[in-house]
């Protein structure tokens, strides 16, 4: 998951390393699946270009859950610290974004991860993300599912003749194509085309960019073409 630290938009990271505090309080997410689809940069990429903005948003959304849930036994700055650290160098918390982090503590606000006994500290915190990792990961993979068989279902559109002629046109122009590599082209002098030549020669492109499109889909869909 390493791999997958996502590339945030200018914009809404230069929000989270100037302001952690006005974006936390601008977050709309109530779902797992609303915090995947934020624009908001993952926590990593936000600790990666400043950590002490990082440090920031994490230690207000833990600072908030603790205050709600006012346990006799809480965590202190020390742990507090501690426990930001372990998240920013956990290689699937750090690839959270803060949404989810939001998402997280308020499912952990309304005991979706059991009862806190009296007690928070940054091993409970921990569980409380591992297990919202674990679920994200579920949704992510069905979502996934969802879009392969969406763009699957576009391909379907279109006639199994219609693809398969497409697929003729395609391979033999391609073969066309490499012949003319390999062989030498005389200089022959550039003669102005007639707009009958040139609607034509529109066309042949056009049709040739179609063709090349859903050959390429048909390719990507498992068990099609």
Known sequence: MEKEIQIATKPALIGWLNSPSKCIQE?????????????SPVIGLIAK?????????LVLLIADVIQFL??????????????????????????LKPDDFKVCFDN?????????????DGMIVCEWLSIYCSERANICESMAIQKAAEDKKKVDLIAPEVVELYHKIY????????????????????IEKSPRDKFIQKCLTDFDTLA????????QVPGKY
Do not use: H
Not at 70 to 95: A, H, P, W, Y
Not at 108 to 120: D, F, P, T, V
Not at 171 to 190: M, R, S
């Open 108 to 120: 952990a606000k309304k005991g979706y991860y059991g009862k806190s006994y009296n007690r928070i």
């Open 70 to 95: 006012n346990v006799g036994n809480s965590m202190g700055e020390t742990q507090l610290v501690q426990t930001v650290d372990l998240i920013l160098n956990d290689i699937n918390f750090k690839n």
């Open 171 to 190: 391979d033999e122009n391609k073969g066309f194509k490499e012949i003319e590599k390999t062989q030498a082209v005389p200089t022959k002098k550039l």
């Open 212 to 219: 090349t499109e859903i050959y390429e889909k048909g390719k």
């Open 27 to 39: 977050i709309t997410a109530v779902t797992v699946k609303q915090a995947i689809e934020s624009k």
């Open 49 to 57: 270009t400043n950590k002490l903005s990082a440090n920031a948003v």
